[in-house]
T-cell receptor
Framework: NAGVTQTPKFRILKIGQSMTLQCTQD?????MYWYRQDPGMGLKLIYY???????DKGEVPNGYNVSRSTTEDFPLRLELAAPSQTSVYFC????????????FGSGTRLTVV | GNSVTQMEGPVTLSEEAFLTINCTYT??????LFWYVQYPGEGLQLLLK?????DKGSNKGFEATYRKETTSFHLEKGSVQVSDSAVYFC????????????FGKGTKLTVNP
């Protein structure tokens, strides 16, 4: 079982560049999430989705966009990269009936220079 | 709003020592409580959970009891191993509100041989 797959694992961006972080899950989970993890700050929710075609903002959505065209995929888009977006990004998913019991991907470490 | 407070780290123990990581929460409604673990270079993994007051979650020798009267969910292990070295996150989830886990900031545990 692949679980939640994130690509790429590492990326360096220049200020102002754009990129998409990919997230795919093969467990038929309805709920999907994007978090960022900054040192000593825990995890902050960026965006989440409760099903295909439905997305909503989390605590720190500014500078990011998402889409959910299929159950499996939940890409995160950075349009104009800024140094403040240097972080580790985690995608997660869960069953509707197991809220809080998330399966996480292994993360993408992004550096903006 | 909902929040989770964990004891500040880092925590350093010798192998076979007793571990306690304190976690308290503030929540409206009746939250489910979780402990997640993050090993170096990996994503978070669900360690244990409890969904109602007085429930005890347990896994891999770790335990935590949901104490509604003290709004706490402290993580304990009787004898830690070097392989338990990781960052531990306490989290809560409430249904009916925004559909997301709220995480504490994490506690880094290092176990020395």
């Amino acid at each position: 079982n692949a679980g939640v797959t994130q690509t790429p694992k590492f990326r360096i961006l220049k200020i102002g560049q754009s990129m998409t972080l990919q997230c795919t899950q093969d467990m038929n989970h309805n709920y999907m999430y994007w978090y960022r993890q900054d040192p000593g700050m825990g995890l902050k929710l960026i965006y989440y989705s409760v099903g295909a075609g439905i997305t909503d903002k989390g605590e720190v959505p500014n500078g990011y966009n998402v889409s959910r065209s299929t159950t499996e995929d939940f890409p995160l888009r950075l349009e104009l990269a800024a140094p403040s977006q240097t972080s580790v990004y985690f995608c997660a998913s869960s069953y509707t009936s197991d809220r809080g019991g998330y399966t996480f991907g292994s993360g993408t470490r992004l550096t903006v220079v | 709003g909902n929040s989770v407070t964990q004891m500040e780290g880092p925590v350093t123990l010798s192998e076979e020592a007793f571990l306690t990581i304190n976690c308290t929460y503030t929540a409206t409604g009746y939250p489910s409580l979780f402990w997640y673990v993050q090993y170096p270079g990996e994503g978070l993994q669900l360690l244990l959970k409890a969904t109602k007051a007085d429930d005890k979650g347990s896994n891999k020798g770790f335990e935590a009891t949901y104490r509604k009267e003290t709004t706490s969910f402290h993580l304990e292990k009787g004898s830690v191993q070097v392989s338990d070295s990781a960052v531990y996150f306490c989290a809560l989830y409430t249904q009916g509100g925004s559909e997301k886990l709220v995480f504490g900031k994490g506690t880094k545990l290092t176990v020395n041989p």
